[in-house]
């Protein structure tokens, strides 16, 4: 009985560092239309990716106006106390980061518009791969 449990401790000791090493993902669902809360999910994304995570945005509603070429003042005007903008520090993330962006997959449809109106890089979401990723069991998911 003795070896038996001093090799189950043993093979949890093996296994919990590899464990321990899977890379966080987080999962941002925003649909907040304040830009001070979508400002701040965007601060909490790329604060996460800062620390080693793998980051994705699913921007639904009001918020998937932030994706727009065309966005309005409240996703592009810088606020305090780092006169930085939800689109402005989204952009960044994707551009240095390779944080994935997408609208959740009704936004479109329900604007009565296609993908042409989004920013470079910000696609439709297909509800499964959606998910998936929220599901999955590194993923930490933030909603707004």
């Known amino acids: 009985m003795k070896e038996f449990l001093t090799a189950c401790a043993l093979s949890m000791t093996v296994a919990l560092p590899a464990m321990a090493e899977e890379q966080r993902h987080m999962v941002t669902v925003l649909t907040a239309p304040e830009p001070q809360t979508q400002l701040m999910a965007m601060v909490l994304t790329m604060n996460a990716v800062q620390k080693g995570a793998t980051a994705q945005i699913l921007l639904c509603g009001p918020a998937g106006d932030i994706a727009l070429k065309a966005a309005p003042a409240s996703a592009t005007t810088g606020q305090p106390p ?5 689109q402005g520090l989204m952009r960044m993330m994707m551009d240095q980061h390779n944080v994935k962006v997408e609208v959740c997959a009704i936004y479109l449809p329900g604007k009565g518009a296609d993908a042409t109106i989004l920013l470079d ?3 439709p979401a297909a509800p499964d791969a959606a998910a ?3 599901m999955a069991d590194n993923s930490v998911v933030l909603s707004f």
């Open 121 to 123: 890089g910000v696609t």
């Open 82 to 86: 780092r006169d930085a903008s939800p």
């Open 132 to 134: 998936a990723a929220i």
